[in-house]
């Protein structure tokens, strides 16, 4: 019930196009879902977030869509560019034992921007 | 450039050595975290530090150590370790609990 399904495995787009990232969760006590951008050799980036109460969040060219009652959350990057070509990973998130919030991550998508 | 910085960048260590690993972070967070990440797998946790307290082990060998000196430093100290724990060891920090987590750029550790 802790698991992220994220889909699919990788993704080729042409520049200018939109790329999609899917993810699905079961557990619905998560409160928080993250999008994590990480660049070979680095560490995961901080991309975007949203909560369960917002359907929709926009920064830029990244879009998350929330869909509560289907327990499912997605990334659109429009105008996708050479530059966005990383792997992307969602999360999500609950208070556990009234502590930490841990991340439960899925499991990447590899995101190639052809020029 | 991250503001959570770790060092170092890489180590290959034998077997039977003891190495540390080092992040820090000067942006007043009180939570640090531990990960593994294993090529084009996502991180998994290890360790969680709340104001310089551990809170949360996930069952990690004996064979990492964590300590948290104090709130802007973490170390990993690592002994007798396995060829599977060549890995990306990444530090992690958000303000509190419920804050977002901010990565550093990992450490690259290969086993002998």
């Known amino acids: 019930q802790q698991q992220v399904k994220q889909s699919p495995q990788s993704l080729i787009v042409q520049k200018g196009g939109i790329s999609i990232i899917n993810c699905a969760y079961e557990?619905?006590?998560?409160?928080?879902f993250p999008w994590y951008q990480q660049f070979p050799g680095k560490g995961p980036a901080l991309l975007i977030a949203i909560r369960p109460d917002v359907s929709e969040k926009k920064e830029g060219r990244f879009t998350i869509s929330f869909n509560k009652s289907a327990k499912q959350f997605s990334l659109h990057i429009m105008d996708s560019q050479p530059g966005d070509s990383a792997t992307y990973f969602c999360?999500?998130?609950?208070?556990?034992?009234?502590?930490?919030?841990?991340?439960?991550f899925g499991s990447g998508t590899q995101l190639t921007v052809l020029p | 450039d991250t503001e959570v910085t770790q060092t170092p960048k890489h180590l290959v260590m034998g077997m039977t050595n003891k190495k540390s690993l080092k992040c820090e972070q000067h942006?007043?967070?009180?939570?640090m975290y531990w990960y593994k990440q294993k090529a084009k797998k996502p991180p998994e946790l290890m360790f969680v530090y709340s104001y310089e307290k551990l809170s949360i082990n996930e069952s990690v060998p004996s064979r990492f150590s964590p300590e948290c000196p104090n709130s802007s430093l973490l170390n990993l100290h690592l002994h007798a370790l396995q060829p599977e724990d060549s890995a990306l060891y990444l530090c992690?920090?958000?303000?509190?609990?419920?804050?977002?987590?901010?990565f550093g750029d990992g450490t690259r550790l290969s086993i002998l």
């Open positions: 557990n619905t006590a998560f409160d928080y």
């Open positions: 999360a999500a998130s609950v208070i556990s034992s009234g502590s930490a919030r841990q991340l439960t």
């Open positions: 942006m007043g967070h009180r939570a």
């Open positions: 992690a920090s958000s303000l509190h609990f419920n804050q977002p987590q901010h």
